[in-house]
């Protein structure tokens, strides 16, 4: 019985350890209103695998031109790159760290009187 349980323990440690692994390597779904007048908008959450990898941005909707980084509540951000037209990968550097949180902020321009609808999918790496 003990034998049966370590067993089991084991194979929940590494399916756990496994996903937290994968967590910034796989693309996630993002849709999301950025409101007018240079405001922001963030993506779902998601945890760096890699410290300073570039995220990975691909765009399905856009409404209109953003600017887009990756930005952490831990520390760490990237340069705002603009967002022109659909497709991507469009890559976006920064500093954050390995295993900190990490999500795209999206900006709208200061001139922009309607809200912005962005879709797509991303990862943090």
Same mark, same amino acid.
């Given at each position: 019985?003990?034998?049966?349980? &370590?067993?089991? !323990?084991?194979?929940?440690?590494?399916?756990?350890?496994?996903?937290?692994?994968?967590?910034?390597?796989?693309?996630?779904?993002?849709?999301? $209103?950025? #409101?007018? +007048? %240079?405001? %922001? &908008? +963030?993506?779902?959450?998601?945890?760096?695998?890699?410290?300073?990898?570039?995220?990975?941005?691909?765009?399905? $909707?856009?409404?209109?031109?953003?600017?887009?980084?990756?930005?952490?509540?831990?520390?760490?951000?990237?340069?705002?790159?603009?967002?022109?037209?659909?497709?991507? #990968? +469009?890559?976006? #550097? %920064?500093?954050?760290?390995?295993?900190?949180? !990490?999500?795209?902020? +999206?900006?709208?321009?200061?001139?922009?009187?309607?809200?912005?609808?962005?879709?797509?999918?991303?990862?943090? %790496?």
């Amino acid at each position: 019985m003990k034998k049966k349980f &370590a067993v089991l !323990a084991l194979a929940a440690g590494l399916l756990a350890a496994g996903g937290v692994a994968q967590a910034g390597t796989k693309y996630d779904d993002y849709d999301v $209103i950025v #409101p007018r +007048f %240079n405001d %922001n &908008a +963030f993506t779902p959450q998601q945890t760096k695998s890699t410290t300073s990898a570039s995220a990975d941005l691909k765009v399905s $909707i856009l409404g209109k031109a953003l600017d887009a980084r990756v930005y952490s509540y831990s520390g760490g951000t990237g340069p705002w790159v603009r967002i022109e037209t659909v497709g991507g #990968p +469009f890559k976006l #550097p %920064n500093s954050i760290k390995a295993g900190k949180d !990490a999500r795209v902020e +999206f900006s709208s321009d200061l001139t922009q009187l309607v809200d912005v609808r962005v879709k797509g999918e991303w990862r943090s %790496n």
